[in-house]
């Protein structure tokens, strides 16, 4: 069974956040999306013999978060900013076990009646200058909502977890440039054994 699971740690209250009364959709609309994913995840077992997502967490941006970011974008601090300028104020990452799956997913996604991909931003061919490594898409839902996916490997997963662990640790300055180089150099052999992975994967599902 694999696992959806959402990480906001506390839900914004809707009488304080900025999302203001928008609040229970937002939540409903990041739980539809959840079930289209665990749909997606059985129709493609059926194709692979193996449900290709890991697993999926899911959360609402944290009030605090989005407000630093409205600031931080010049925008101001309200329920339009955080739902029409800004676009992952809801958002859902999506963990699949190789990367080839990572594109069938976006592509069952994409092809959801109501959901328009207005962007993507493709880490995985081309990888942030630390290594970083995802699949980024926004969604326009229902003509109404703004909805960020980022799909990613186990392993990328894993690497981007610890960087945002390293990023947010407090001093490490003396060993920063040099963990810095080590997560490159991580995220790199791990780019590099999930290629490996792949090919292993694909000869057992031909052989
Ligand atoms: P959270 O908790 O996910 O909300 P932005 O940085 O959002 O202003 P942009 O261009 O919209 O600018 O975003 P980008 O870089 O495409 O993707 C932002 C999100 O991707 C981040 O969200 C992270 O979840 C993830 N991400 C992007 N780059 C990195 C990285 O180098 N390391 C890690 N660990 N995650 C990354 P937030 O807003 O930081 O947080």
Redesign the pocket.
Known sequence: MNEFREITSEPPNSEETIYGPALPQMKAVMDELADRVARIGSQLKAELGMDPIEHCVM?I??DE?MRE?CR??GLPETADSALNR???AI?L?IVAAFVSDVYRIRDCIAAFGDCEVIDE?D?IRHA?P???R?L?LILRYQGAWYV?I?LRTISMDT???L??HM?YKKNISGNAQLIEAELKRCADELASTDLSMQTIRDMILDS
């Open positions: 959360r941006k944290s978060s970011k931080r974008r800004i676009h992952d958002g990452r931003k880490y942030k630390n290594g970083y995802s980024h960020e980022q690497w981007a977890a960087e945002h990023r």
